[in-house]
């Protein structure tokens, strides 16, 4: 396809789309009315030439449509400087991709965006494993430690973590994968140089430099409100599947599940207590039929992706949060029956003494009774050191470092002083 | 007719000698004060023709010019009060000139001829160029812990003038109080610190190395209660810092305590609506110490650190790297000494319940508000971070006996030897390059650290500071050579980073 296209050709399609972009009110649906009945590689050069003839074919019009727009465009057609505009863009560092390109990855998808403005490693977009992991603003710790524990075990898997760099979930989950040095995109609502929230601007920076951001609004586009559940097909658009952390009964998140359901991609919901508002939305989903999974094994069981990713070629579908040690992980804290070969996972990376009884099953070595009384205590829910240290006996210098060395093997969770076992 | 007495006035800590020139002469009655005083200087007109009157005797009716030299430095204060008296008393020919000669004097005078202490008295003390001193009776032990044996104590403008005329016997100077026992340590008991043992042994270690500490936690889990427990935990002052922070508190007009030095270390809890000039100290003309100052070899705790003024927490920076503030204004720049431990509380959210539990009410932007007020530069500062829940009630109840302060403070005197052996007050003070020499990690440790910074989990600036809390630990508990595995892990423990509160990097 793209062999039979001139650079003059993309060019023109570049500058008619981005003028389409630039018009007053536009927004997916106006957008969509101005290519009616057009297809093919020179489709938004035919849709602004049809503009400027005031030959718009009135009956595929949205609902509503006011005629006085209309004219504002075809004002806004004559006056716009898109040499200007290319400038901007490419001044601060903002490529424009169009769909005769033919790394479009919206070949298929029902409502593709008129442009994809993008700042960062473009090659993610070729990557077959992508999930997005989205949910509310408003999470619970629980939320939060869990989506950064998601983006942790995605990324160590080597999966293209997608989010849409929002407080609570989304950033959680974005952190946790560049904690892992992994692939991430972030899909923004506004101009890619308008930064919002203004508390995740470490993190923006940190995905376009990392990772990479795209979004369809031009430099300096507001991100208002209608922008976000537009973006949002872009995020499910994007992915091989949806995970949802957390979402209250209505939210932001749950958009992205339908937009999921449009494009066939899987949607999985993480369960949470009935009792946490912020897990409405999510048992809901679980209710109507979503995947549950407890953490990045069962994201990767369900979109069957290869189990070892590239940066982690000891990796095996094991615990989410498993350090690139010497040794092979070990299975989730699951009980004494673990098996006998993963036992000196944690000793030769861990500790120099103390608990490196080696490949002994018997919990009769002090370090591995200890163990045993610590992954016992985190069984029932995340527990505070302190509970640990009067359960145990033992000095607080001793138990913090076999707390340690247990979150560090990825058999326990450490999350300030609160413990819990990994999900 | 003129006379001479000398005096002194004090700017920040340190105490300027200066002399209190009085000049009688014929001309109409008036009263001329030079030299730069300021109003609380000038005033010392009415309250000296008063205390003069009230002591029985004459106000001349002459023309009285005083210069206060040199004239370049700002005079505050009614210190200078009493050498006024005097010197009018002189130069008026009411007082035999040569009386003065081998005397100092500072002190306030009340309107019946009392005389009143005033702040600062060991500087000025100090500075007080002459043989034997007049000093108000109030604070003359201050005074003599500086200048032993030649303080007289001064209670009232008429005795001390009958006495200077040779009609009566001057107070015998004060000899300062022998050293003695401590009365009982400052703070808290830390045995009613129950069902903590991590926020106990954190304390431990912050004593031991001079760590500072921030504790993170709902309201009600004790965060105040612990650190009051710490300078209990701290080994008393040496004379020399003793005399440093008497020095301090006297400027800043906190009351000394009885022997006349602070031999604890002090324990300053500034309330979160404090100015960052009465943090940092400079308000007035004298350049009165701020808290931080008055923390000098001492505790500066910062309870509900979120509610500090971002400027406020970021005028602590400087000093915490220096060890002493330096305040500039227009006419004048002191350095003040403020080498304090610094101790935080701050609840993980505006509404406290942020810990765990999903009881937090606030929404993500106001708990993203309240982590940026701690900007990374101060949190860095802080080696120790812990997380403190209350205590669970079974453990309260259970009557369970814990360790009290005079074991851990004898632990901690033991640590503390063992980095005075290294060359520094606590392992805190070591710089990086000694690291290396003075607490190799071994083989196993050096593993656990690179896989933690692989893991992304540790900073190349928060490495340095493990390692020191790492050999805090190690002197604790007595190990010596190159660092086990175990002592860095327990370090790291100690360095919390609840992403709830202050997000994933640290």
Redesign the interface.
Known sequence: MTGSISTADRDADIRARLSILRLPQMSPSRSRWLFADLTGPDAAVAAVERLRANRLPPEAAPAGMDWKVVAAWRAKLFELDLDVELARHAELGIGLLSPLDHRWPFAEDPEPPVLLFHTGDLTLLRRPDAVAVVGTRRCTTVGRTVAYELGRGLAGAGVTVISGLALGVDGAAHRGAMDRAGPVIGVVASGLDVVYPGGNRDLWHQVATQGLLVGEAPAGDRPQRWRFPARNRLIAGLSRGVVVVESHARGGALSTVDEAIERDRPVMAVPGSVLSAASDGTNGLLVEGAIPVRGADDVIGTLSFPSDGPDEPGATPGPTAIDPGPAAPLPPAAGPAGPDSARSGPASAGSGGGFDAGSSNVPDDPGEALEQLILAEVDTGPVHVDRLVIASGLAPAALLAQVQALATTGRLIVDGATVSRPC | MLATVASAVVQGVDGHPISVEVHVSSGLPGYTLVGLPDVSCRESRDRVRAAVLSSGYRWPSRRVTINLAPTGLRKQGAALDLPIALGIMAASGQLPEAALRRYGAVGELGLDGSIRSVPALVSLADALDAEELLIPADGAVEAAVVRPGAVRPVCDLASLLRALAGDDELPAPLTPPAGGQLAGGPGGELADVR????????LEVAAAGGHHLLM?GPPGAGKTMLASRLVGLLPPLDRERALATTRVHSAAGLPIPEGGLVRHPPFRAPHHGASVVALVGGGTAAMRPGEISCADNGVLFLDELGEFPVPVLDALRQPLEEGVVRVSRAARAVTLPARFQLVAAMNPCPCGE???D?L?RC???AR??YA?RLSGPLLDRFDLR????P??PE?LLSGSQEETTAVVAARVAGARARAAARGVRANAELRPDRLDQVAPL????T??LR??L????LTGRGLHRIRTVALT?ADL?GVEGPL????V??A???R??????L???A
């Not at chain 2, 071994?442 to 440790?445: E, R």
């Not at chain 2, 086990?484 to 002592?487: H, I, L, S």
């Not at chain 2, 919390?496 to 509160?501: E, I």
């Open positions: 069902g903590q043992p991590t926020a106990r042994w954190a993170i942020g810990g765990g999903g937090c929404s993500e932007p993203a508000r940026r812990i997380d403190v829940r205590p669970a453990v071994s083989s196993a440790a593993d656990h896989a933690e692989r893991r992304g989990t630990i508990q086990p595995v175990e002592v892990q327990a790291l423990g100690l919390s980073r609840p992403r709830s509160v997000g994933a990097a």
